[in-house]
């Protein structure tokens, strides 16, 4: 009507017949023409509000980093005091995000970067025949788009890396970056700056050469482009179809994918799998000649007795860690067990059950000298020939008399009494003892508190054949 009273007054028109023709008041009539003449306004000017919600907009914004929902937002306002209407504030809100949630789209170079995740299927057939649920695992390149899927059962440590080495398999090469989500398989603590990786991930990206760089918190946006890997996958291939067992459901995810990777991809207006062949696939990592030893891993509490319990057999650990946590790598061959992610043992494992398994240099030095050790009985050699000839053939006869048990108990007594009197005198007290056929440590001792070991060595039968 603005533009309609312009025009007729325009024409030469006064302001009754306007006012005749439009049937309006002649006082709009007259304010309409009088801003045109004043200030040339051809148009009419809406009076702008403010809105009600606007004199809360710190409160709100507070809010909403708090992720609240509008509803329990409408709350927190009204008692600080907020009287608006909770349309007019959801209104105000949804504005507000829409501006926040602006993102740019980053574009990677050939081999650079891929990006992974995991998506729930619903219940499918295992190989087993059995119906469980299942996941589907989604490696994207991306900057070819290329896909790789696998259906999986679980979203364990072992399954996660292993659908990555067969994805890697599948490119024939290892993207510089894996950009991820913040799931337990991978990341420990989700934390931006310094991210906790899980021990095993860690020494898979460092094997097969790769950057694992997650995402932040509640931002899936940053890995949009397996986000809707996921959702393609969902919706074109497993929407609407049945599967009467694993492998027909698994050949025909195959079919498909070669098929998508194919197609004329929406973003880049190219097919994935050319863009892949052409510019990508060299630009790829080499795959490592000598694959990752994908080991079950397990977390074991060190015993005093420096030995972790493990497949029902026991394997030394050295002593410093006892009664600490270790994380044990429980491989087809090997049993390796890590501390703070230095690999502190490496043992044979054992296919028998209640097997110790011990690296004796895991004891404290000083633990190692009991009677039963070689340890202790090696010193005990050593020190009996340091006593002199006898000392060494009384050893031996000790030993063969008590036929190797027992007999450091009756040894450690006379290196008691090499202390106190010299190797010397207890040389002479082996002789004269080892002449009579004597054996023990008390006899020994005897002879010496007697002085006897200097006297002559007599015939037996002899008038001195009692004395010792």
Same mark, same amino acid.
């Given at each position: ?9 325009? *024409? ?34 809406? !009076?702008?509000?403010?809105?009600? #919600? ?82 589907? =695992? ?28 067969? &994805? ?41 050469? =790769? %950057? ?6 509640? !931002? ?18 497993? &929407? ?11 050949? &025909? ?131 009996? *020939? ?24 009756? #040894? !450690? ?41 200097? %006297? ?13």
């Amino acid at each position: 009507m603005y533009t309609t009273i312009l025009t007729l007054y325009k *024409q030469g028109k006064s302001q009754r017949e306007i006012a005749k023709l439009t049937g309006r008041d002649r006082k709009t009539i007259r304010r309409i023409v009088y801003k045109y003449n004043s200030a040339g306004i051809e148009s009419p000017t809406q !009076k702008q509000k403010e809105s009600q #919600v606007f004199k809360w907009h710190e409160d709100a914004i507070k809010l909403l980093e708090k992720d609240l929902s509008f509803v329990r937002i409408h709350e927190e306002l009204q008692g600080l005091g907020f009287f608006g209407s909770y349309s007019s504030l959801t209104r105000y809100l949804r504005k507000i995000k829409l501006h926040n949630s602006i993102c740019i789209r980053f574009n990677t170079l050939p081999g650079e970067e891929a990006q992974v995740d995991f998506g729930d299927i619903g219940r499918r057939y295992d190989p087993e025949g059995k119906l469980r649920k299942a996941y589907i =695992f989604n490696m994207r390149l991306s900057y070819s788009r290329k896909d790789y899927y696998e259906i999986v059962f679980d979203q364990k440590v072992n399954t996660w890396i292993q659908c990555h080495i067969n &994805a890697f398999k599948y490119f024939q090469g290892v993207p510089k970056v894996i950009k991820l989500d913040n799931l337990k398989s991978a990341i420990i603590i989700a934390n931006f700056y310094e991210p906790i990786y899980q021990e095993q991930y860690k020494r898979f990206a460092d094997h097969y050469n =790769f %950057l694992p760089a997650p995402c932040r918190v509640r !931002k899936p946006q940053e890995k949009g482009k397996v986000e809707n890997g996921i959702k393609y996958v969902t919706n074109n291939f497993f &929407a609407g179809r049945r599967f009467s067992n694993n492998k027909e459901m698994v050949e &025909a995810l195959g079919s498909w994918n070669r098929r998508s990777n194919n197609r004329i991809h929406g973003t880049t207006k190219k097919k994935p799998e050319e863009l892949f062949s052409n510019e990508e696939i060299t630009a790829l990592t080499k795959l490592p000649e000598v694959g990752f030893d994908l080991s079950s891993w397990h977390k074991r509490k060190v015993a005093k007795d420096c030995h972790i319990s493990l497949d029902k057999n026991y394997y030394s650990v050295p002593s410093k860690y006892a009664g600490t946590e270790v994380e044990v790598s429980l491989g087809s061959e090997i049993v390796r067990i890590y501390a703070q992610g230095q690999m502190v043992a490496m043992h044979n494992r054992s296919n028998g059950k209640g097997s110790f398994i011990t690296n004796r240099s895991h004891w404290p030095e000083y633990k190692l000298y009991y009677p039963e050790s070689p340890e202790y009985q090696n010193k005990c050699v050593i020190e009996m *020939q340091e006593i002199g000839e006898y000392g060494d053939k009384m050893l031996s006869f000790i030993r063969e008399q008590r036929k190797n048990k027992d007999w450091p108990r009756t #040894v !450690k007594g006379i290196l008691h009494l090499k202390k106190l009197y010299g190797n010397e005198i207890v040389n002479k007290a082996c002789m004269r003892a080892l002449h009579y056929g004597i054996g023990n440590y008390s006899k020994i001792k005897e002879i010496i508190k007697n002085n006897c070991y200097d %006297l002559p060595l007599p015939l037996f039968g002899g008038e001195d054949a009692g004395i010792i």
